[in-house]
């Protein structure tokens, strides 16, 4: 005989109970962790690090509290470091450095970074400023979007993933030999994979986001005290290798009409001339015993714009801090610009210490220059 529906018996759920209470218990828990996510938000530190939950019943310090740091799988974050406080603008009138001393003419030839990485284009390079003329070569040696060319030790291109593969020593004894001084050119705060992979050390936008400008280009803040301490070590592994010259570029404070925010705690209003030109301070006073002669690139715009409060190129102080100062300009200009950028040294001699970078042509009365010849 087959049963209807109606006639087979359903014993009671026993599962009903239990299972209302777990998707209860669970619904719970969603809305306890969505409002802590937001409510706790206003306890977050932002620092060089990374960023810290800090309660205000947990009795510690916010400056003297480890941030966790978001590096690359496989590597060690440097040590953490206590949060920047800026709290007056720096006074340049007491710079001691002895800088522009005993400087030789420079008639350098400039090679780029995809040059520089490949043997077979450096050699290359390298006979065509022969060929030129040149008896001292440019190495693009970091670039502005932070990658560098040689396998650097520092602690923040270890974590971050910035460095090279090679070491240069052979390769500068080797040009030494040729008969060329070498100088490397390394980008400061242009500075496009650390600032985003550390966007605790980047330049902000007036919304509070990692700055970047309409190249593309993301900035590091000039106020940093990392970006200070990961610069001098990239310079002091330059020198070690035996460069002649290190060249400083992008140097400098960008320019945005919206206005910025710092990573540090400033005590004072921001000051685009503080920040580049303390950094440029620190550098030149870490490399001030060693026997490498350092200089920086300014930008055109500080030089013929007036736009050095802008910029932070303050060339009244760079002239103190730098042996030599390039500006990339050309045939036409260079002696206008010569002339400007003297204007800011009242004391002191020029020739030698204005290089005017040039494209494909060299600058008539000159005795220093850089000759820049793109790659095709």
């Known amino acids: ?62 400056t003297g509290e480890q941030a966790a740091v978001a590096t690359p799988q496989g590597t060690a974050a440097p040590d953490a470091v206590q949060v920047d406080v800026v709290y007056q603008n720096p006074d340049f009138s007491d710079i001691n450095l002895t800088v522009g001393q005993n400087l030789s003419s420079i008639k350098a030839f400039y090679i780029g970074y995809e040059d520089v990485v490949s043997s077979t284009a450096l050699s290359a390079k390298a006979s065509t400023a022969k060929a030129q003329g040149c008896t001292s070569l440019i190495m693009e040696m970091k670039t502005q979007s932070g990658q560098l060319a040689w396998s650097s030790k520092t602690d923040t291109a270890v974590a971050y993933g910035t460095g090279g593969t090679e070491d240069f020593t052979d390769t500068v004894s080797s040009l030494h030999k040729q008969g060329f001084t070498v100088a490397a050119q390394i980008s400061c705060c242009a500075d496009t994979l650390l600032a985003t992979r550390n966007w605790t050390i980047a330049l902000q936008n007036s919304a509070g986001a990692p700055y970047v400008d309409d190249n593309g280009v993301y900035w590091l803040d000039p106020y940093n005290h990392a970006v200070r301490d990961y610069l001098i070590g990239l310079m002091k592994e330059l020198g070690a290798m035996g460069f002649d010259e290190i060249i400083l570029a992008d140097l400098y404070h960008p320019i945005n009409k919206d206005g910025f925010r710092y990573t540090v705690t400033l005590q004072t209003d921001p000051s685009p001339v503080a920040a580049v030109c303390q950094l440029a301070r620190k550098l030149a006073e870490a490399m001030d015993s060693s026997k490498v002669t350092l200089s920086a690139l300014i930008s055109d715009s500080s030089l013929r714009n007036d736009l050095s409060t ?66 095709n």
């Open 1 to 62: 005989m087959s049963y209807k529906p109606r006639d087979v018996y359903r014993g009671r759920r026993k599962f009903k109970v239990p299972l209302t209470i777990f998707l209860f218990v669970v619904a719970g828990v969603l809305v306890v962790s969505v409002g802590l996510f937001y409510g706790l938000q206003q306890y977050l530190e932002y620092d060089q690090n990374g960023v810290t939950l800090q309660l205000p019943f947990s009795g510690q310090s916010k």
């Open 310 to 375: 802008s910029t932070g190129q303050d060339l009244s102080i760079f002239w103190k801090l730098f042996d030599r100062l390039y500006c990339l300009t050309d045939t036409d200009n260079a002696s206008s610009d010569l002339e400007k950028a003297g204007s800011f040294l009242p004391n002191g001699d020029t020739t030698n210490r204005f290089v005017p970078e040039c494209y494909y042509h060299t600058p008539n009365g000159f005795d220093s220059w850089a000759l820049v010849v793109p790659s």
